[in-house]
């Protein structure tokens, strides 16, 4: 296997940083897919919170507010069924109230 020639350098908290924005996003996601079995996502969920990513906390509050991905339920109704459990997951052991530090405005 042939290593790529270009090496990415990601920074969490640099803002306006597409890269690192779809970085969030899918770590999110995949967090979210990960709370069909809650006691696997609470350790991802507290890997996040202990490492200080809070782009992916907020990517995961949104996701917890969005409606599901379009098309999901037509074209793959099990996919459909895993992200609503997943989601009713996260409510039900509150995850939905975590929330990034405020940020200080001076």
């Known amino acids: 296997m042939q290593k790529s020639p270009h090496k990415i350098v990601l920074q ?47 990517e995961f509050n949104k996701l917890l507010k969005a409606p599901p991905p379009e098309g999901l339920a037509d074209t793959s109704p099990l996919k459909f069924k895993n992200w609503m459990k997943a989601i009713t997951n996260c409510y039900l052991m509150g995850w939905n109230k975590i929330n990034p530090p405020k940020k200080e405005t001076h």
Not at 15 to 31: P, V
Not at 39 to 50: N, P
């Open 12 to 58: 969490p908290g640099i803002q306006g940083n597409h890269l690192e924005n779809d970085l969030a996003t899918d770590l999110a996601t995949s967090l979210i897919l990960s709370c069909v079995d809650p006691e696997k996502a609470q350790k991802t969920l507290v890997c996040y919170i202990e490492s200080q990513r809070w782009d992916v906390i907020e």
